[in-house]
């Protein structure tokens, strides 16, 4: 059975820092781009950064470029997403996702397979 399960939600003031984990199983990780997406109350789910297979390759939505970094470690089947510098505007549910079919970094919903079920963050000014 294939598993996504992130880890390392919480509440932290405005300017603070969480790590999230995401854990994976029933596949072979290393086939695997992945991505972090959030979704805030009311809004639509949006992409946040990814990395390739091998990570040396990782992207970022502008939104938080400089401020969180995605990496991943083969070993542990283990992606993660540090986030520091924390704003209001980051509280969101944030989901890892992998993609095993796209020839290029995904940064759209649609171009992933796999999801986790989330983990909260939420940032309070």
């Known amino acids: 059975q294939v598993q996504l399960v992130e880890s390392g939600g919480g509440s932290v003031q405005a300017g603070g820092s969480l790590r999230l984990s995401c854990a994976a199983s029933g596949l072979t990780f290393s086939r695997y781009d992945m991505g972090w997406f959030r979704q805030a109350p009311g809004k639509e789910r949006e992409f946040v950064a990814a990395?390739?297979?091998?990570?040396?390759?990782?992207y970022y939505a502008d939104s938080v470029k400089g401020r969180f970094t995605i990496y991943r470690d083969n070993t542990k089947n283990t992606v993660y997403l540090q986030m520091n510098s924390l704003k209001p505007e980051d509280t969101a549910v944030y989901h890892c996702?992998?993609?095993?079919?796209?020839?290029?970094?995904?940064?759209?919903?649609?171009?992933?397979?796999?999801w986790g079920q989330g983990t909260q963050v939420t940032v309070s000014s």
């Open positions: 990395v390739i297979r091998n990570g040396y390759s990782t």
């Open positions: 996702a992998a993609d095993d079919r796209n020839p290029h970094i995904a940064t759209e919903n649609r171009e992933y397979d796999l």
